[in-house]
């Protein structure tokens, strides 16, 4: 089945260190997208990227960084820089003739300490 | 001011009533409406999704759009145990670029 694989689904790390996110689709899709996801504040987007060795930032960009070497992998890392990194994150894609069409993975919770 | 309002409820009702979500938008140039759905712990997934103004019905689910009035809907008739979620607006003006509300969550109680 085509879908997006996010990994690991709970991850846990002591303030200061650097931790990366994986994202992995199996849909052909151009686009790929991550979004944090705080309890009462809807998503908000990170970084997004529409073309592989491109990408740009989303809202809140400050604290993260991505790459996008493969078209099916968009990781993300969250550096000691962020400064309240504790969220939800959800990885997304879409295909570029589909407006609106966000395929969702299932998120990676993460826990700074 | 957000650019998407969403009351986070919780809503609760009993199974077999209508649920009643809304949406209000500031952005008078958004022209793509969505509805995701969200269960605890996964990733939203797309329920209706609408282009400019007008009704959208699929099954027991109906989208409205208000473009002059800035506001959307989304109707659940027949409402189940399993509809009990988190329910996201999402709008564009564009392609690509989504902006959320912050969700409501729904309870439908047997």
């Known amino acids: 089945d085509g879908g997006i694989t996010q990994s690991p689904k709970y991850l846990f790390r002591k303030e200061g260190q650097n931790v990366t996110l994986s994202c992995e689709q199996n849909l052909n899709h151009d686009a790929m997208y991550w979004y944090r996801q705080d309890p009462g504040q809807g998503l908000r987007l990170i970084y997004y990227?529409?073309?592989?060795?491109?990408?740009q930032k989303g809202d809140i960009a400050e604290g993260y960084s991505v790459s996008r070497e493969k078209k099916e992998s968009f990781p993300l890392t969250v550096t000691s820089a962020q400064k309240n990194p504790t969220a939800f994150y959800l990885c997304?894609?879409?295909?570029?003739?589909?407006?609106?069409?966000?395929?969702f993975g299932n998120g990676t919770r993460l826990t700074v300490t | 001011q957000k650019e998407v309002e969403q009351d986070p409820g919780p809503l609760s009702v009993p199974e077999g009533a209508i649920v009643s979500l809304n949406c209000t938008y500031s952005?008078?140039?958004?022209?793509?409406f969505m509805w995701y759905r969200q269960y605890s712990r996964k990733g939203p997934e797309l329920l209706m999704y609408t282009y400019s103004s007008g009704n959208k019905e699929d099954g027991r689910f109906t989208a409205q759009v208000d473009k002059s009035s800035k506001y959307i809907s989304l109707f659940i008739r027949d409402s189940q145990p399993s509809d009990s979620a988190t329910y996201l607006c999402a709008m564009s003006d564009s392609w690509g670029k989504l902006q959320f509300g912050a969700g409501t969550q729904v309870v439908v109680t047997p």
């Open positions: 952005n008078s140039a958004f022209q793509y």
């Open positions: 997304a894609s879409m295909t570029t003739t589909a407006e609106g069409s966000l395929h």
């Open positions: 990227s529409q073309i592989v060795n491109d990408f």
